[in-house]
């Protein structure tokens, strides 16, 4: 069975902001040092951190039951604001997924204001349909999480420069 789930977040920001983070090889350490409730670390494997190709491993705190993962980016799109990152071994896919996958969309609203657009994609046995969702909500909220940190620094950025 296929499950997908969207969830959109209004930022404060410019998209063009938003998108120089969320694309940027620093996003990694941004997410660690933004959710250091959840993420242990983030690291590079293969790539620069910012391209097609790129490979991380990830690694969760003790606690959440989801075993260290690896995932790649396998789609990257300026133009669009549009990121995809598939899990390709380890986490979910340990767990019964046969297939995982996020993206992240940044669409403009208006001069200083955009949402973050967060897909989650897993594919899983029925068998195995009602185990895996009861974690699920640890990367939903991660999504949202890391928008609120990504639209604070900005903000926070932002009124530092203007003084």
């Known amino acids: 069975m296929r499950y997908e789930f969207i969830n959109e ?9 938003v998108w120089a983070i969320y694309s940027s090889s620093n996003l990694r350490t941004s ?7 959840i993420l242990k670390s983030k690291d590079i494997l293969e790539g620069d951190g910012c391209s097609v190709g790129t490979i991380f491993r990830v690694v969760l705190l ?4 989801i075993p260290m993962y690896k995932e790649k980016i396998v789609n990257m799109d300026h133009q669009k604001r549009f990121k995809e990152i598939q899990t390709i071994e380890g986490g979910y896919l340990e767990m019964g997924c046969t297939f995982c996958m996020l993206s992240f969309e940044i669409l403009a609203k208006e001069t200083n204001s955009c949402v973050i657009k967060t897909v ?3 594919e899983i046995n029925d068998d195995l349909a009602t185990s895996v969702p009861n974690n699920l909500h ?3 909220n991660a999504c949202v999480d890391l928008a609120r940190g990504v639209s604070k ?5 932002n009124a530092s420069a203007d003084n």
């Open 138 to 140: 640890i990367v939903l």
């Open 120 to 122: 989650t994609k897993y």
């Open 9 to 17: 977040f209004e930022v404060k920001a410019s998209s063009d902001d």
């Open 31 to 37: 997410a660690v040092q933004l959710l250091p409730s």
């Open 153 to 157: 620094h900005i903000t926070e950025k």
């Open 62 to 65: 003790p606690g959440y039951n």
